[in-house]
């Protein structure tokens, strides 16, 4: 067994900050919306966005796992290369796993027990139901990966360069955003660019992909140079 | 388990004159297997290394012999040849060290060797 | 053969000189002694050697290559370090069986026998364990791993006196089997000093001293007796401590001729003890000792 395998199962041991807990804020999430779809049954039914709790969990899954054990396997002797490549495995396997679990919930939403009997759409939300089963499944795949990475790059920059790494990142982010937004409001650029997103969201999803490269390579770069 | 005296000196000296004075005081016969590095290793709590050290040092030294594949013996002769070495560290050790003490107190050469004979008598 | 090479390895943190300037090597299959206080150094320079921290200056190679991300260097390397991170939410059960994915030569048999000896539960959660429990653990792993270089930073604290004593039995009887170097990191050196085939010292980030523990045992020792003559007796000599009471005095010496000059003491008459080696250890690293540069 080569030692990039070793950490995969490293992080198959953690279960809880893999799957039980993101799938454990999931099901709370569907819980209260079911229940407030059954109960109170108002008469647009319950559309909402709690699927993406999910989402936005593997972001925190990024930044715990890091923590979790990077300390632990580089305390093994492993290459750092080796716990890059090995948490790359997992994430892939484990957000594939996610993947399929949310399309089969998409399906029987959509399908097998129509919005679950009390007009709640809580996985299979309308704007994607024009995409089939493949792209679905890229979509998901894709954004859960995505949202791991963006978690993972932030924990290196953390372990990099400490406090004062995440103050300027931080720092830095928010004074883009704040030109980027100054620019856009006196361009009226508001309304254009959220006109094009509401024709192009499709699009959206496949150019997390490139974002998802740079935070890899970006965190990648940055554990080269991590100590413990 | 037993323990070596810290006395200042190299373990794998003090190891070897344990062996030494098992088979002056017949413990261990002449032909006869003495313990592995790795037992006297156990028994002593140190390290193998030194214990080989010590032992080896009775192999140079003619007292012990490698059987291959089987282990160290005692040798043959053995036993006259380590008390004759332990006679001339007797001068070494003991009379040059009362000496230098009685002279110290004032005991008389006389008086010294009345004290010796005395000693021996009462063993 | 040295399996480890040391060049002017430095550290500096902040302007901190952590590590300054050390050169050694160890050899293959000897147990060392990483000896000095609390934040002399020894761990950081474990850190750097097993690529875990990066150096500020000098070199060093592992088994004739340098250590980072090295796989052929670190697969052979295990280091056990009291201050070792595991996973929250890992049990004994999962930190062990991921050791054993993680280090070629791992016995897990021997990993067994030795969860038994520890009497450790397998299924608490890590963050549940006793101090000792903990340091249980990581000498289990290290002992297991069976790598042919293994470092052991106080790998005792919390275990009572018969759990350590039971640490260095195993310790021993496995090297015996099982020769690999070895490097404890500890200041209980009275407790580690038999097991120890070579020393090194370091002290305020410095090596201080590099030498064979036996050749050691030897070099020092204290003359007592007349104050007269045992300052006759010292003169010239390196002395580590100096005591004196009325006419009397004791003092300890550091000598490499240190048979010889303990039987010219005898013949003069003057008292001889021995220096264990914590003692010798604890004044070799007093800041009151400054003529560190007659051992070498």
């Given at each position: 067994m080569t030692r990039v395998h070793g950490v995969v199962k490293i992080h198959l041991k953690d279960k809880w900050t893999w799957i039980y807990i993101p799938w454990m804020i999931l099901l709370s999430s569907f819980s209260i919306n079911f229940l407030i779809a059954a109960l109170a049954a108002p008469e647009a039914g319950v559309k909402t966005g709690g699927v993406l709790s999910i989402f936005i969990y593997m972001m925190v899954t990024g930044i715990i796992t890091m923590y979790n054990t990077f300390p632990f396997a580089l305390g093994m002797s492993v290459r750092r290369t080796d716990y890059f490549k090995g948490t790359f495995l997992a994430a892939l396997l484990i957000n594939a796993l996610t993947t399929v679990v949310l399309l089969a919930l998409f399906l029987i939403e959509e399908k097998v027990i129509p919005e679950w009997g009390v007009s709640l759409q809580f996985f299979s939300l309308a704007f994607l139901r024009s995409f089939n089963l493949l792209?679905?499944?890229?979509?998901?795949?894709?954004?859960?990966?995505?949202?791991?990475?963006?978690?993972f790059a932030i924990s290196c920059l953390q372990r990099r360069f400490g406090r004062t790494g995440m103050f300027v990142f931080f720092g830095g982010l928010l004074a883009a955003g704040s030109i980027a937004s100054y620019f856009l409001t006196a361009n009226n650029g508001w309304m254009t660019l959220f006109g094009w997103l509401a024709e192009h969201y499709d699009l959206l999803f496949w150019w997390s992909l490139p974002l998802t490269l740079l935070y890899m390579v970006l965190s990648y770069l940055m554990m080269r140079r991590t100590t413990v | 388990m037993a323990t070596l005296m810290d006395d200042g000196r190299p373990?794998?000296?003090?190891?070897?004159?344990?062996?030494?004075?098992?088979?002056?005081?017949?413990?261990?016969?002449?032909?006869?297997?003495?313990?592995?590095?790795?037992?006297?290793?156990?028994?002593?709590?140190?390290?193998?290394?030194?214990?080989?050290?010590?032992?080896?040092?009775?192999?140079?030294?003619?007292?012990?012999?490698?059987k291959r594949g089987i282990g160290m013996f005692v040798a043959e002769g053995a036993r006259g040849k380590l008390v004759e070495k332990r006679k001339e560290q007797f001068y070494e050790q003991y009379i040059v060290t009362m000496v230098k003490e009685a002279e110290k107190l004032g005991i008389t050469g006389d008086q010294l060797t009345e004290m010796i004979r005395r000693g021996a008598e009462q063993s | 053969m040295s399996i480890v090479e040391v060049r002017n390895l430095t550290k500096t943190y902040d302007n901190i000189h952590a590590v300054q300037d050390v050169s050694f090597s160890l050899e293959e299959g000897k147990i060392y002694g990483l000896l000095g206080r609390n934040g002399a150094g020894k761990t950081t320079i474990m850190h750097i050697i097993t690529a875990q921290l990066f150096q500020s200056s000098g070199d060093l190679l592992v088994f004739g290559q340098r250590p980072y991300e090295n796989e052929a260097v670190l697969s052979q390397v295990c280091f056990i370090k009291e201050s070792q991170k595991y996973p929250d939410v890992f049990k004994?059960?999962?930190?062990?069986?991921?050791?054993?994915?993680?280090?070629?030569?791992?016995?897990?048999?021997?990993?067994?026998?030795?969860?038994?000896?520890?009497?450790?539960?397998?299924?608490?959660?890590?963050?549940?364990?006793?101090?000792?429990?903990?340091?249980?653990?990581?000498?289990?792993i290290g002992l297991a791993s069976r790598a042919?270089?293994?470092?052991?930073?106080?790998?005792?604290?919390?275990?009572?006196?018969?759990?350590?004593?039971?640490?260095?039995?195993?310790?021993?009887?496995?090297?015996?089997?099982?020769?690999?170097?070895?490097?404890?990191?500890?200041?209980?050196?009275?407790?580690?000093?038999?097991?120890?085939?070579?020393?090194?010292?370091?002290?305020?980030?410095?090596?201080?001293?590099?030498?064979?523990?036996?050749?050691?045992?030897?070099?020092?020792y204290t003359v007592s007796g007349a104050a007269k003559e045992v300052a006759a007796f010292t003169e010239g000599k390196d002395v580590l401590e100096r005591q004196s009471m009325g006419g009397l005095s004791a003092v300890t010496v550091l000598s490499p001729n240190g048979a010889m000059e303990r039987r010219e003491a005898a013949e003069l008459g003057l008292e001889l003890s021995a220096v264990p080696l914590q003692q010798l250890m604890v004044r070799l690293t007093d800041p009151q000792y400054m003529n560190k540069a007659v051992i070498s």
């Open positions: 792209e679905l499944f890229g979509i998901f795949f894709l954004l859960l990966l995505n949202m791991f990475y963006a978690g | 373990i794998f000296i003090q190891i070897a004159e344990r062996i030494e004075d098992d088979i002056i005081q017949g413990g261990l016969a002449e032909e006869e297997q003495v313990l592995s590095t790795n037992q006297v290793a156990a028994f002593y709590s140190i390290n193998p290394a030194t214990a080989a050290k010590g032992v080896n040092l009775l192999v140079d030294e003619g007292i012990l012999y490698k | 004994i059960r999962d930190v062990l069986e991921s050791a054993s994915n993680l280090f070629p030569n791992w016995d897990n048999e021997y990993a067994l026998s030795l969860v038994e000896d520890f009497r450790l539960p397998m299924n608490r959660w890590m963050k549940k364990l006793s101090r000792g429990m903990l340091s249980a653990v990581g000498v289990i042919p270089l293994t470092f052991f930073d106080e790998p005792y604290l919390g275990l009572d006196a018969a759990t350590r004593t039971l640490f260095y039995d195993r310790l021993r009887e496995d090297y015996s089997e099982h020769p690999r170097t070895i490097v404890l990191s500890t200041h209980l050196i009275d407790e580690v000093s038999p097991l120890l085939e070579h020393v090194l010292l370091i002290d305020g980030g410095k090596l201080v001293l590099n030498e064979d523990a036996d050749t050691l045992r030897g070099m020092a």
